[in-house]
């Protein structure tokens, strides 16, 4: 903690990337609104992070980023960025996910097992970075840009392997947020558990989820498709818990081989920011499940209370710490690396997101009426 003064000027720059990136995005989604793309009072389609990461890269690749500010950046990227996903933990009850019962939670491991495989398999045949092919997968078949993150420290990942891996999540997640509706719609119409698992399981990001759901809801007059989306999508999101270490064994493997004396115990694959983010999650299920029973969490805080304390707390994390940590990478990524990575990762995001949403919409539309929320 004695290092922290010479961060701060570097934290202030990422914080400040982050607030103009959230500002920017906040009015691309009253220009969406404005032509109709999505309904009235919706969220921003465009992830602030985003934003924050694309200025950054335009910073640091015109004007130069001062030497004065570099520890602070990368102090930034790698703690700020830990401390975000722990809160993150807050948003995701795991009481939620018990909701879809024994035939939503399989649905949900079999679009994130395709997506992880397809991808992996498709970055080897076109000769890609693990790295970036992981972060390509862990994004489109788990939680779009936080998993990204989460997973980044993970293996290792490059600046410009991030920035690749979040303009693809962010595009083709964009996209499907748009095009998905209706084709949940053409398929699912009239059944608002098989549209909303659909949209909650083929769609990347959780704000893009919702941006589905929403349209679907004002296009057909049908709320309950909302509840159903993001029920899913927030059980999708808790397998970051699962698929981070499983990861870090991986990685670990193919570095230092299999000998059986070099392989550490499980519980130090497990890196420290996803026992944070469990236990974060853990005490957000113990808080709704007594106010569920007391009217109170932990016999201190209303329901109101409650509600308000961990929203803050978990939006905090989301915009402000995942934020500057992400503004961090745009801060840190020279454009010249990323034009060498060329137009196949791209490819790859494409291959992911139409096998997740293949798979998807087949187990949807055979399974999906065992399935009552």
């Given at each position: 903690m004695k290092d922290l003064p010479k961060h701060i000027p570097g934290i202030v720059l990422c914080i400040a990337f982050i607030l103009v990136g959230n500002y920017i995005a906040q009015y691309a989604g009253v220009l969406f609104e404005l032509l109709g793309f999505i309904p009235e009072n919706s969220a921003s389609p465009i992830s602030g992070i985003f934003i924050a990461i694309l200025l950054g890269m335009i910073v640091r690749n015109t004007i130069g980023v001062s030497a004065q500010f570099l520890s602070g950046v990368q102090f930034s990227m790698k703690y700020l960025l830990r401390a975000g996903i722990i809160l993150l933990g807050l948003r995701l009850s795991l009481a939620e996910a018990l909701k879809l019962g024994a035939w939503g939670i399989p649905l949900i491991v079999s679009c994130i097992s395709v997506g992880l495989a397809v991808t992996l398999y498709f970055t080897k045949k076109l000769q890609q970075s693990e790295r970036l092919g992981t972060l390509i997968a862990c994004g489109t078949g788990i939680c779009g840009v936080t998993a990204i993150m989460a997973t980044a420290p993970v293996v290792k990942a490059k600046d410009d392997e991030i920035s690749y891996a979040v303009a693809n999540i962010t595009i083709f997640g964009l996209v499907t947020m748009l095009v998905y509706p209706y084709i949940a719609n053409l398929f699912f119409a009239g059944d608002p558990i098989k549209a909303g698992l659909f949209l909650g399981t083929a769609i990347h990001d959780t704000a893009q989820v919702t941006g589905a759901a929403l349209i679907y809801s004002d296009l057909f007059q049908m709320e309950e498709v909302i509840n159903v989306a993001t029920v899913t999508k927030l059980t999708r999101n808790l397998f970051i818990i699962l698929i981070i270490p499983l990861l870090s064994f991986w990685f670990f493997k193919k570095e230092h081989g299999s000998t059986s004396d070099k392989i550490p115990?499980?519980?130090?694959?497990?890196?420290?920011?996803?026992?944070?983010?469990?236990?974060?999650?853990?005490?957000?299920?113990?808080?709704?499940?007594?106010?569920?029973?007391?009217?109170?969490?932990?016999?201190?805080?209303?329901?109101?209370?409650?509600?308000?304390?961990?929203?803050?707390?978990?939006?905090?994390?989301?915009?402000?710490?995942?934020?500057?940590?992400?503004?961090?990478?745009?801060?840190?990524?020279?454009?010249k690396k990323l034009k060498g990575l060329g137009f196949k990762p791209f490819l790859i995001g494409l291959i992911a997101a139409l096998s997740v949403s293949l798979v998807s919409f087949l187990l949807v539309f055979f399974f999906g009426h065992f399935i009552s929320l």
């Amino acid at each position: 903690m004695k290092d922290l003064p010479k961060h701060i000027p570097g934290i202030v720059l990422c914080i400040a990337f982050i607030l103009v990136g959230n500002y920017i995005a906040q009015y691309a989604g009253v220009l969406f609104e404005l032509l109709g793309f999505i309904p009235e009072n919706s969220a921003s389609p465009i992830s602030g992070i985003f934003i924050a990461i694309l200025l950054g890269m335009i910073v640091r690749n015109t004007i130069g980023v001062s030497a004065q500010f570099l520890s602070g950046v990368q102090f930034s990227m790698k703690y700020l960025l830990r401390a975000g996903i722990i809160l993150l933990g807050l948003r995701l009850s795991l009481a939620e996910a018990l909701k879809l019962g024994a035939w939503g939670i399989p649905l949900i491991v079999s679009c994130i097992s395709v997506g992880l495989a397809v991808t992996l398999y498709f970055t080897k045949k076109l000769q890609q970075s693990e790295r970036l092919g992981t972060l390509i997968a862990c994004g489109t078949g788990i939680c779009g840009v936080t998993a990204i993150m989460a997973t980044a420290p993970v293996v290792k990942a490059k600046d410009d392997e991030i920035s690749y891996a979040v303009a693809n999540i962010t595009i083709f997640g964009l996209v499907t947020m748009l095009v998905y509706p209706y084709i949940a719609n053409l398929f699912f119409a009239g059944d608002p558990i098989k549209a909303g698992l659909f949209l909650g399981t083929a769609i990347h990001d959780t704000a893009q989820v919702t941006g589905a759901a929403l349209i679907y809801s004002d296009l057909f007059q049908m709320e309950e498709v909302i509840n159903v989306a993001t029920v899913t999508k927030l059980t999708r999101n808790l397998f970051i818990i699962l698929i981070i270490p499983l990861l870090s064994f991986w990685f670990f493997k193919k570095e230092h081989g299999s000998t059986s004396d070099k392989i550490p115990k499980w519980y130090e694959l497990v890196p420290l920011f996803v026992i944070g983010f469990l236990a974060l999650s853990l005490l957000r299920t113990i808080g709704d499940v007594m106010v569920q029973k007391s009217g109170s969490a932990f016999f201190l805080l209303s329901s109101d209370a409650w509600q308000q304390l961990y929203t803050m707390l978990s939006n905090f994390g989301a915009t402000f710490l995942l934020g500057a940590a992400m503004a961090g990478v745009g801060l840190s990524t020279d454009l010249k690396k990323l034009k060498g990575l060329g137009f196949k990762p791209f490819l790859i995001g494409l291959i992911a997101a139409l096998s997740v949403s293949l798979v998807s919409f087949l187990l949807v539309f055979f399974f999906g009426h065992f399935i009552s929320l």
